[in-house]
């Protein structure tokens, strides 16, 4: 079966938002980011979901959000750094789409990260955290969505490639490898 959808996962930060776009104009599709998909679905940003309706209540808004996209054709879709971690998620996802991982480590997270206050798995309710406490805290989430991670169907390290040079390469990987055409 042809996979008409792409799907960008990886931690905040990894370039989802920034890259998911520039590949679906490169390859010539549309691009949908599913966090900006439950904002306007719900009126709500993100953070507030998390903070007064809890991660429960916003994984179920997730998971709808996704059944839904998962009938497009020709998208290319960024997913919240978690989505995969609900096996239910992660099985539409395989099986309506090709699933690239961007990965980034916790040193690059981090800097990234170090000034938004906006990403809710990260949120120290108590304290500013010090850089120790940040990437401590990036570690633990990424071990714990790694295995989920690792089932992606391509790989490709963000760390330190400018997005032109990641999105090109996605491209020709997509077309050689998995047969994407352009619109």
Known sequence: MKKNLIYLTGFMASGKSTIGPILANTIGWEFLDLDR?????????????????????????????????????????????????????????KNS?????????????????KFKRDRPALLFDDHEPTKEEFIKRIKSILERRLEFYNRADLKINTDDKPVGITVDLLAKILRKEFGIEEA
């Open 97 to 113: 789409g090709i699933l690239i991982y961007l990965e980034t480590s916790p040193e690059a997270a981090y800097r990234r990260l």
């Open 37 to 93: 998909v439950i904002e306007n679905k719900t009126n709500k940003k993100i953070v507030d979901i998390f903070k007064k309706d809890g991660e429960d209540f916003f994984r179920k808004l997730e998971s709808e959000s996704l059944t839904e996209l998962s009938k497009l054709s020709k998208y290319v879709i960024s997913l919240g750094g978690g989505t995969i971690e609900k096996t239910e998620n992660l099985d539409i996802i």
